[in-house]
C-alpha cells in the first residue's frame, strides 16, 4: 500500500511558477514510477510527466521545457517545478505510484492559472 499526499497547488498569474510536492509513506527506492498527471474540467486526465526509478523522465509535449519532475530518494517525494504557467495548465494535478502490479494516486491539488 502506498499513500500519495500532494502539496503546492494554488492560484498564480499566468507566466509565474509553482513547485508541486508528493510525498509518498515509502520508500520510493520500491517504486518503479512516478507521475503526475492532471484533470482540466469537461477533459479527460492526462500525462503531464513521469520518472522512473532510474531517473528518466517522461513529458507531455504541451508542458516541455516549462515543467521538470525530479525526484528525492531520501525525503521519498517527487517534484514538479512548473515555470511559465498559461491558462491552460489550469486543472487539478494528481499524483501517481506505480508498484508492482498496483496503481496508486493522491488526493490532488488544485492549480489556477489567471490571465
Known amino acids: 500500500q502506498v499513500q500519495l499526499v500532494e502539496s503546492g497547488g494554488g492560484l498564480v498569474q499566468a507566466g509565474g511558477s509553482l513547485r508541486l510536492t508528493c510525498a509518498a509513506s515509502?520508500?520510493?527506492?520500491?517504486?518503479?514510477?512516478m507521475g503526475w498527471y492532471r484533470r482540466a474540467p469537461g477533459k479527460q486526465r492526462e500525462l503531464v510527466a513521469s520518472?522512473?526509478?532510474?531517473?528518466?523522465?517522461n513529458y507531455a509535449d504541451s508542458v516541455k521545457g516549462r515543467f521538470t519532475i525530479s525526484r528525492d530518494n531520501a525525503k521519498n517525494t517527487v517534484y514538479l517545478q512548473m515555470n511559465g504557467l498559461k491558462p491552460e495548465d489550469t486543472a487539478v494535478y494528481y499524483c501517481n505510484s506505480i508498484l508492482g502490479f498496483s496503481d496508486y494516486w493522491g488526493q490532488g491539488t488544485q492549480v489556477t492559472i489567471s490571465s
Open positions: 515509502v520508500s520510493i527506492l520500491r517504486i518503479d514510477d
Open positions: 520518472i522512473t526509478s532510474g531517473g528518466s523522465t
